[in-house]
């Protein structure tokens, strides 16, 4: 099976925006959607993105998605951020009947 | 309202067994995959193993195959993780998430499993 590949951690400050990758070891990114997930500290995931770049609803704006076929990656993309937006994100994918995670990204927004 | 609700935190020693259940609310579980998916302390997700909801299917990662049993009991809209052969690796938070429309959408508290060498 494949593994997806993010970075560990990442900081920037209140007011940028900030893009999380999450490379594919094998196979193509497009040959299955990827998702991503906000985690806060004690609580379980929450979906940001599904289907490579919709968005549930109650999802702000702000959280985007895209695949980069070039790359064999896809971002999670994070605008005007905000203390609040400081969690772990963690991308998913799946094939061969398995679900794959990322090893998940710290966030810090200071 | 949409809910999974997991029973309560276990304490095991290491050989031992656990189950830990999920109850749907708002939906059935023969209408949506489940999935589980656990977390060790400052760890990655890690998915395990989910169950079909048309047929009671169940498929689990390599990782876990020999030593995870999903069930459901369909009368009580509850599915069931069972693990045996706990190692002290194995303390982790264990979730149970419903899969719809690829993602994984709704997830129950978690379960925190701890087992003692």
């Known amino acids: 099976n494949f593994m997806l590949t993010q970075p560990h951690s990442m900081s920037e400050s209140p007011g940028k925006t900030i893009t999380i990758s999450c490379t594919r070891s094998?196979?193509?990114?497009?040959?299955?959607?990827v998702q991503w997930y906000q985690q806060r500290p004690g609580s379980a995931p929450t979906t940001l993105i599904y289907k490579n770049f919709e968005r549930p609803s109650g999802v702000p704006d702000r959280f985007s998605g895209s695949i980069d076929i070039s790359s064999n990656s896809a971002s999670l993309t994070i605008s005007g951020l905000r203390t609040e937006d400081e969690s772990d994100y963690y991308c998913?994918?799946?094939?061969?009947?398995?679900?794959?995670f990322g090893g998940g990204t710290k966030l810090t927004v200071l | 309202q949409v809910h999974l609700v997991q029973s309560g935190a276990e304490v095991k020693e290491a050989g031992a067994s656990v189950r830990i259940s999920c109850k749907a609310s708002g939906f059935t579980v023969t209408s949506y995959a489940l999935h589980w998916v656990r977390q060790a302390p400052g760890q990655r997700l890690e998915w395990m193993a989910w169950?079909?909801?048309?047929?009671?299917?169940?498929k689990s990662s390599q990782t876990f195959q020999d030593r995870v049993t999903i069930s459901r009991d369909t009368s009580a809209n509850t599915v069931y993780m069972e693990m045996s052969g706990l190692r002290s690796e194995d303390t982790a938070v264990y979730y149970c998430?419903?899969?719809?429309?690829?993602?994984?959408?709704?997830w129950g508290q978690g379960t925190m499993v701890t087992v003692s060498p």
């Open positions: 998913q994918s799946y094939g061969s009947g398995n679900q794959v």
């Open positions: 998430a419903r899969n719809w429309d690829y993602a994984f959408d709704i």
């Open positions: 094998s196979g193509s990114i497009a040959s299955s959607y």
């Open positions: 169950i079909n909801p048309g047929n009671g299917d169940t």
